[in-house]
């Protein structure tokens, strides 16, 4: 199984413009999050979804930022419009059907610079 | 609120000795903990998962303990070896999940 893939890996942008992220899970894995990465803050949780639907959206820090899953295979992270504080990693996780956190995958993450 | 500490927020060892990682966690109500290991630019790797009902779980040469009642897990790495320079994230899970700020560990040959 290639694992949980994220794309792109690098993004640089300017401050106004939008920002999409890519995610595909392993297949079979019901359960999808997404999460950010910073030095100041660690690793927080911003969304997750389970069997496409998004259960937890209270970590998403502002109304410029979403996220769907229009199916099992994938699901995006728009920021709209990006702000210099929005630069940082992000990761997409999946895990298996059974519970919240079941064994997590993480991909590689998209390290998002916002000039 | 769940709060989850590592300690220390950094570590140095020559290789060959053996690494105690720990993290503490204020609800003992959690479901599983999970060991993550994090390479500079890279994603997470999952490396021991430890049920609620569990005390300990082995792979290779990394060990983990979990102490529900304390609040507590310790990861144990046997002879360390240059390549297990990384950091170490403990991940708690009590329907929600609250990430450690991890332990930087560096491996000297």
């Known amino acids: 199984d290639a694992g949980v893939i994220q794309s792109p890996r690098h993004e640089v942008t300017e401050m106004g413009q939008e920002v999409t992220l890519r995610c595909k899970p392993i297949?079979?894995?019901?359960?999808l999050f997404w999460y950010r990465q910073t030095m100041m803050r660690g690793l927080e949780l911003l969304i997750y979804f389970n069997n496409n639907v998004p259960i937890d959206d209270s970590g998403m820090p502002e109304d410029r930022f979403s996220a769907k899953m229009p199916n099992a295979s994938f699901s995006t992270l728009k920021i709209q419009p990006s702000e210099p504080r929005d630069s940082a990693v992000y990761f997409c996780?999946?895990?298996?059907?059974?519970?919240?956190?079941?064994?997590?995958?993480f991909g590689s993450g998209t390290q998002l610079s916002v000039l | 609120k769940q709060e989850v500490t590592q300690i220390p927020a950094a570590l140095s060892v020559p290789e060959g000795e053996n690494l105690v990682l720990n993290c503490s966690f204020t609800d003992s109500a959690i479901y599983n903990l999970q060991w993550f290991r994090q390479d500079p630019g890279k994603g997470l790797t999952s490396l021991l998962l430890?049920?609620?009902?569990?005390r300990e779980q082995t792979s290779g040469r990394l060990n983990a303990s979990l102490d529900k009642s304390s609040g507590r897990s310790t990861l144990y790495i046997a002879a360390s070896q240059p390549g297990d320079s990384a950091t170490y994230l403990c991940v708690v899970n009590d329907y929600k999940l609250s990430f450690g700020a991890g332990t930087t560990v560096t491996v000297r040959a």
């Open positions: 996780a999946s895990s298996l059907p059974g519970a919240v956190g079941e064994k997590l995958f």
């Open positions: 430890i049920q609620s009902s569990q």
């Open positions: 297949s079979g894995h019901d359960y």
